[in-house]
Antibody, heavy 120, light 107 residues
Framework: EVQLVESGGGLVQPGASLKLSCVAS????????MSWVRQTPGKTMEWIGD????????NYAPSLTNRFTISRDNAKSTLYLQMSNVRSEDTATYYC?????????????WGPGTMVTVSS | ETTVTQSPASLSMAVGEKVSISCKTS??????MNWYQQKSGEAPKLLIS???TLRPGVPSRFSSSGYGTDFVFTINNVVLGDEGIYYC?????????FGSGTKLEIK
């Protein structure tokens, strides 16, 4: 059974950094491109970016390129999202998602999400 | 960036009625539109993928149509368990973009 489980969320002060993790199981993690998506408290869904199966290539939403970094450790079947200089508008639930396959850029599995609240 | 305009924002339907949700894109995306259901407190679930393809295990009451810039998602004979928020997502262009969501309430 495919499972994705995010962790690392919580309350963080503006300007701080935070690293989220997503542990995958039930499939060969190193075969899949992976992605992060966030959902604001108002329920808006925003694609953050993605990473190639071997970690050699990343894509980001233009508005987030300079502050967010996606990485992965295939030996640990874990996806990461490094967030820096966080702002109040980064308050959201963060989901990791698995793409169905290369060139099929939709999500066939999602984790339950981890909530990040940016507030002083 | 491809903008996805989803409507309506909310719907209140009776059991057995038909639901229709529209998504319009600002660029031609062929048939690269996907539809998700999100129930309260849960992650989104993929219902329909590119080419109006119903995912395995999803009831045939769910369907979609469309090509280019205009897409419609339909639920026939809606049931109580269909309550939630429905999103469309285009997968033709990066950045991937979502519609704003349609909240479905069953009366």
């Amino acid at each position: 059974e495919v499972q994705l489980v995010e962790s690392g969320g919580g309350l963080v002060q503006p300007g701080a950094s935070l690293k989220l993790s997503c542990v995958a199981s039930g499939f060969t993690f190193s075969d899949y491109w992976m992605s992060w998506v966030r959902q604001t408290p108002g329920k808006t869904m925003e694609w953050i970016g993605d990473i190639k199966y071997d970690g050699s290539y990343t894509n980001y939403a233009p508005s987030l390129t300079n502050r967010f970094t996606i990485s992965r450790d295939n030996a640990k079947s874990t996806l990461y999202l490094q967030m820096s200089n966080v702002r109040s508008e980064d308050t959201a639930t963060y989901y990791c998602g698995r793409y169905y396959g290369y060139n099929y850029w939709y999500f066939d599995f999602w984790g339950p999400g981890t909530m990040v609240t940016v507030s002083s | 960036e491809t903008t996805v305009t989803q409507s309506p924002a909310s719907l209140s339907m009776a059991v057995g009625e038909k639901v229709s949700i529209s998504c319009k894109t600002s660029t031609d995306i062929d048939d690269d539109m996907n539809w998700y259901q999100q129930k309260s407190g849960e992650a989104p679930k993929l219902l329909i993928s590119e080419g109006n393809t119903l995912r395995p295990g999803v009831p045939s009451r769910f369907s979609s149509s469309g090509y280019g810039t205009d897409f419609v998602f339909t639920i026939n004979n809606v049931v109580l368990g269909d309550e939630g928020i429905y999103y469309c997502q285009q997968s033709e262009n990066v950045p991937l973009t979502f519609g704003s969501g349609t909240k479905l309430e069953i009366k």
